[in-house]
Structure formats: C-alpha cells, structure tokens
C-alpha cells in the first residue's frame, strides 16, 4: 500500500474518515477530477499533477489510474520497514470506492497537516519528497520515486518515515 496507502502516509486517523465517508454515500462527479497540469510531460509541474491525481486515486478508489500508473514492480516501504506490493495499494484503494467527496476531505487533511514538498528531476527520473514545514527540511516524511516512460510517470518506489511528523 502506498504509504501503507495514501491515507496512512498521512495518519491513521484520517484513514478511518475516508473509509466512514465512503460507507456512507456515492462520489460525486466533480470531485474525482483530474487535476489541470498535463501529467504526459517530463517536468516538475507533471510529476505533481500525478502526485496530487494518485492521492486522489486512492481516496476515491480509482484503480484503473493506480493499474497503469504504478510499475508492476512498485514497493513501498511503511515506518516501520513493512513492504506493501502494488496488489497491496490497489486492494486497499478499493475499499476506498464509492466515498463521498474524496477531494474535499484531502483539502481538508492538508489544511490542517502542511507539508512541503520537493522534487529532483533527472534524466527521465523524479523523487518527490515531503516534510514538515515546521521542521528540518532534511527530516522527510516521505519520499515517491517515479520513472518516465513512455509519456507517462510511473511510480516504483515510495519510503516513510516518522522523521518530521511533529
């Protein structure tokens, strides 16, 4: 699962939100939209557009994004050294299908939890990182590294860490 999925890369807390919401009603059309960047290019702007599209994708239960976007290979590594499998973060995103303005709950998360993000792009290669704003730049929560291939991000590998949750 990716961060253990998208929800627990945050806490574990706002994983029980998204999965009471989902139980409780339909998605809405607008709120699995794709975000705006043009995600087919090998830019910066794109890699995020795909960051933000997959949380979305996991909140929502949008596993034919998840399919395609993640290599077959994809691992990621949870806080405390699990791995989770690419069938992992897809049975897990699953659960999340059907849920309720999935959109308006990550704004929420992200109101209320900041964090700030990096990116080093390198020959058809992106990390995208994430920390505390609060904190050292240097303690990353979380880091993404995906591959360009084809026209397209794809994401191979995904590391967290307790490192700047506070």
Not at 109 to 134: E, Q
Request: no cysteine; proline share 5%; glycine share 6%.
């Amino acid at each position: 699962m990716r961060r253990s999925t998208w929800i627990s890369r945050h806490t574990p807390t706002l994983g029980l939100l998204l999965l009471s919401i989902s139980m409780g009603a339909a998605s809405h059309a607008g709120d699995t939209a794709l975000p705006d960047a043009n995600e087919t290019m090998p830019t910066e702007a794109a890699v995020l557009a795909v960051e933000d599209h997959w949380s979305l994708a996991e909140a929502s239960g949008d596993t034919a994004f998840l399919e395609q976007m993640l290599l077959p290979e994809y691992r990621s590594v949870n806080v405390d050294g699990k791995v989770h499998s690419k069938a992992d973060l897809l049975a897990s995103a699953e659960k999340h299908r059907g849920a309720a303005n999935p959109k308006a709950v990550i704004d929420a998360y992200r109101k209320d939890h900041p964090s700030k993000t990096t990116v080093v792009l390198r020959d058809g290669m992106a990390i995208v990182s994430f920390h505390n704003p609060a904190s050292n730049p240097q303690w990353v929560k979380s880091s993404d590294i995906f591959l360009f291939v084809d026209g397209h991000w794809h994401a191979v590998y995904s590391q967290h860490s307790q490192a700047g949750n506070s």
